[in-house]
């Protein structure tokens, strides 16, 4: 799954909407999440990150620092987070 762009507002809706129509389809299949073209991710965006990669373990692609630590902070364990973090 390729997000681009800025997870924000009604964006975060859109894709968890294209989240949930491919969620049944994965059956075995790891879900690859390419985060390479993701400029910001504000806190529903992450919240939706860390749906999905709790419910998958999705692969994190990444190609920089900032996206790195999208992929990082959508892992983290809850304990290791804090709002506005």
Known sequence: MKLEG????????ECREAWLSIQSS????KLA??????????????DLLREIYRTT???M???SPLTRHFAERAMAP???YKKGD
């Open 6 to 13: 800025r997870m924000v507002g009604p964006w975060v809706g």
């Open 26 to 29: 994965l059956s075995a299949r």
């Open 33 to 46: 999440l390419d985060l390479c073209g993701v400029a910001f991710v504000d806190e529903s965006g992450l």
């Open 57 to 59: 373990h999705a692969e």
């Open 61 to 63: 692609l990444t190609n």
């Open 78 to 80: 809850p304990a290791d």
